[in-house]
């Protein structure tokens, strides 16, 4: 499925929407997105990744980019996750950088 | 310097373009180091060494297709030396798998096996394909069935650095990635895995070992075992591991996330979260012998690439078998002590690994041709490597065919041995075989018959492994029982030093259960209050059994895995560990550094290490004795530590007239193992004073555990008394 990646900035939040497979081919996208949300004043950085079906060890390092390009103190979420894409990134650590909110319990 | 423009120029290189079209991929020469596949801008970098080979060509696969999507063969350009390598640009890394297919000649009087038809695996392969899920037979055809793929090398590690904990401090922990949890008691979320083992850390915390030895971790594949059970004829496994397949690459099949070939990442959290929790990584790695065996088998990699450079060969170009598997890797070879060094800074750099124990280490020592040599440059290589310089590295210091150099391992100063003396000593001391009282007090204090120069540390003290005897088995079993392994019970060690307690394998009686249960505590005591760094078998600590195999690699199944019910069943023992393990913690005076007596300070009370028997001051090493009696001191200039043992292995009680203290010290009781639990042990820093202080009485196969302390009119613990037991040190 094509990867498709949205920037809403409004007042001190930035939310990107993730649509699709997030790999190494869609990954540039994503950092590009991440990079521009980060010339903005913000206090959180929201993905939402409901639509988000697939995430590949590209796509895990993106959650350690965005930790990275943010300044400190911006909280980092990552809401909606499916199951799969949830469990990935919790059994191979990533989920220190962000907070990670699964589908199931919104 | 800002950023901008000019950073973006140095990020940019000039020579990042295509200068040849092959197959239809654009690519250039590649760069020869490093070796394997690497990622480089705007490709991939191919980097492979044959010496002898005549033509090589790069297989490239999409993943999960069994067919090449391409192949492309090297031109002459692109070889520089005995490299192949080449820049292809375009890939996609996450989407390809990839292999070699090698030419040459094939002489195997020679000592060359090249055959073009094979698709041969990457040795420098980060990842393997081919058997990404535990068990579970490839999809791939058989000329093509494992390929390598390109890994991450990045990780988020949150400052994460090996733990350098002390070697004179480490308990080590043996244990199987899959066994350990993948029981379905486990009641992890994903049985069987890295991130299973991560589940369990608040286990090994609560036990309180400081350092994990993972069972071999390189990919290997767990169906080239060809036999069957005989008994339930059920197909056998290659469980244990010892078959490697790729040596770079973390095995797919023990990771939750292997389907998605993300074990590189689910590897790396587990190490950080072991650290995090205290605990060193230790590796079992196998570098005396590949998954290839002999003239029959299979030609996977080594053998197509180079068979003459990484093999030991017989002079007619057969292959020398000094690791009993059929084929010997050529360690002392200079290309093959690159790929060892190589192999071993990756995974102590990019893993963080903590040291490595070298299975059948002997063969490190051999020369091409078999002879041992003196002074060899790969375990000298090793001991002296920058990378490596904090790893731990401990050599099982024999091989198959009857090299022996436990005590004598060339140690450069720097590597520990499986002591298999201080195994054998303290089997045939707890069976109450006659004679071994000295040789017990011997392996107790250190071993300086064989480590005198290199210290206790030298010496891993181990009584079980996984190869042999449970420790429950080795007091239920007077025989190995190797029916299920298909070969008519006639593999596995016969010399196991075991006894059953009067009865073989499992027993109503309780008579015969409770020696058992107290056999076991004697060993984990006579263990935990060694001199040298003690391991003990993931399981031992609450009972396991294997029902008296002896040689259990093969088993994928119950009689391997970790029952956790056991923790539950068998509290009692666990928690006896616990607090011996707590207790050998607390007491410098059981983790020397050196065998000789430390400074001689005029306010020391005793040596570091005396020798006792019946009467005190007086051991008694007759053939017909059974009674050793050990104190093990330490006096850093303000606290005094001491620490009284007792093993009887006799079948009578014995009263001991204890050493006396100085006047303001008493003894107090840490562990009689002949007493029914709670009472078999205390925790560390609370133990009851003893009643009386000039004698106490050792039970009938028994052992005493005293500890030095303030005199105290009551059994309460005092908080300032720990002022006697230092907190275990650790360095930066």
């Not at chain 2, 901008?4 to 654009?26: K, N, V, W």
């Not at chain 2, 038809?117 to 535990?134: Q, T």
């Not at chain 2, 007619?316 to 690159?338: A, I, K, M, Q, W």
């Not at chain 2, 007239?657 to 100085?662: A, D, G, N, Q, T």
Request: charged letters at 20%.
């Amino acid at each position: 499925m094509a990867f498709n990646a949205t920037l809403r900035v409004s007042e001190e939040t930035a939310t990107v929407r993730l649509v699709g497979e997030l790999d190494v081919s869609s990954a540039p996208r994503f950092n590009d997105l991440i990079a521009e949300a980060a010339g903005y004043k913000l206090s959180r950085l929201v993905m939402l990744a409901d639509e988000l079906t697939y995430m590949s060890s590209a796509g895990l390092r993106c959650l350690v980019f965005a930790h990275q390009k943010m300044p400190p103190g911006v909280e980092i979420m990552f809401l909606g996750a499916q199951p799969d894409v949830a469990e990935t990134i919790k059994l191979t650590g990533f989920d220190r950088s962000i907070v990670l909110q699964e589908a199931s319990e919104r | 310097m800002t950023g901008g423009p000019q950073t973006r120029l140095l990020d940019e290189r000039i020579d990042s373009y295509a200068t040849h079209q092959i197959s239809g991929f654009p690519v250039r020469p590649g760069r020869p180091l490093p070796f394997g596949a690497a990622r480089v801008q705007g490709g991939v970098n191919f980097s492979v060494y044959s010496t002898h080979a005549t033509g090589v060509t790069l297989v490239l696969f999409q993943r999960g297709e069994g067919q090449p999507m391409a192949e492309l063969p090297f031109p002459p350009s692109f070889r520089i030396g005995g490299v192949y390598a080449m820049t292809v640009f375009g890939l996609d890394p996450e989407a390809i798998e990839y292999a070699y297919r090698i030419d040459g000649p094939f002489d195997p009087a020679a000592g060359h096996r090249f055959d073009p038809h094979k698709v041969l695996l990457d040795p420098y392969a980060r990842l393997m394909y081919g058997r990404e899920s535990w068990g579970t037979a490839s999809r791939y055809p058989d000329s093509a069935p494992y390929r390598a793929g390109i890994a991450y090398d990045d990780f988020d590690w949150e400052g994460d650095r090996p733990l350098c904990l002390p070697s004179r401090d480490l308990i080590i922990y043996e244990a199987h990635v899959r066994g350990f949890t993948r029981h379905p008691s486990s009641g992890v979320r994903h049985p069987g895995t890295y991130a299973g083992l991560v589940e369990k850390i608040p286990y090994l915390r609560d036990l309180g070992i400081n350092c994990i030895e993972l069972m071999p971790v390189f990919e290997f594949d767990e169906l080239d075992n060809p036999r069957r059970d005989s008994v339930h004829g059920q197909h056998l496994y290659n469980y244990w591991g010892y078959n490697t397949l790729a040596f770079f690459a973390p095995k797919a099949g023990y990771a939750a996330t292997g389907l998605h070939g993300m074990q590189v990442d689910e590897f790396k959290n587990m190490v950080k979260q072991l650290h995090r929790a205290g605990i060193e990584v230790v590796l079992d790695v196998v570098f005396n012998h590949s998954a290839e065996g002999d003239e029959r088998g299979p030609t996977l990699s080594f053998r197509g690439l180079d068979n003459c450079t990484y093999y030991m060969l017989t002079p007619d170009g057969r292959y020398y078998n000094f690791s009993g598997t059929g084929n010997t890797l050529n360690c002392n070879h200079p290309v093959v002590r690159g790929f060892i060094l190589d192999c071993l800074r990756y995974w102590a750099a990019e893993f963080h690994i903590d040291g490595f124990r070298f299975d059948l280490a002997a063969i490190l020592g051999r020369s091409p041709d078999g002879t041992v040599l003196p002074n060899p440059p790969v375990i000298e290589q090793l001991a002296h490597d920058p990378v490596l310089r904090d790893c731990k590295l401990i050599a099982e210091a024999w091989d198959a065919v009857g090299l022996y150099q436990v005590g004598h391992f060339p140690d450069y100063r720097r590597w520990s041995e499986w002591n298999g003396r201080y195994r054998e000593g303290v089997r045939r001391f707890l069976k109450s075989d006659m004679g071994i009282t000295g040789e017990l007090a011997m392996r107790m204090s250190g071993s300086a018959d064989l480590y005198r120069t290199r210290g206790p540390a030298a010496s891993v003290n181990f009584i079980t492994s996984h190869d042999g005897f449970t420790l429950r088995d080795l007091v239920s079993y007077n025989e190995k029982h190797n029916d299920a392994n298909g070969e008519g019970n006639l593999d596995g060690d016969y010399s196991n030093y075991s006894w059953n307690c009067g009865v073989e394998g499992p027993a109503d009686d309780p008579v015969v259960r409770a020696l058992r249960d107290r056999q076991v505590r004697n060993a984990f005591l006579i263990l935990l209050t060694s001199w040298g760094i003690p391991m003990l078998v993931a399981g031992d600590e609450v009972g396991r059994s294997q029902l008296g195999n002896n040689n259990a690699y093969c088993h994928d199944g119950e009689l391997s895995w970790l029952d956790w019910n056991l923790v539950r069943e068998n509290s009692d023992l666990f928690r006896f560990v616990r607090c011996a393990i707590a207790f050998r913690l607390a007491h410098p005076a059981l983790r020397q550094i050196k065998h000789h007596d430390a400074e001689d300070l005029p306010e020391r009370w005793f040596p570091a290490v005396s020798w006792h028997g019946t009467m005190a001051w007086e051991p008694d090493w007759a053939s017909h004795n059974r009674l050793v009696a050990a104190m093990f001191y330490a006096f850093d200039g303000t606290s005094h530590d001491c620490v009284y043992v007792a093993a009887n292995s006799y079948w009578e009680e014995l009263d001991v007239e204890l050493p006396r203290l100085p006047a303001d010290a008493a003894w107090r009781q840490f562990a009689d193992t002949s007493a029914m639990p709670p009472l078999d042990v205390h925790e560390p820093g609370r133990e009851p004073m003893l009643t009386g202080q000039s004698h106490a009485s050792v039970a009938p196969r028994s052992a005493l555990a005293l500890v030095a302390g303030h005199v105290r009119s009551s059994n309460t613990f005092h908080p300032e008394e720990r002022e006697l037991w230092p907190s275990m040190p650790r360095c930066g």
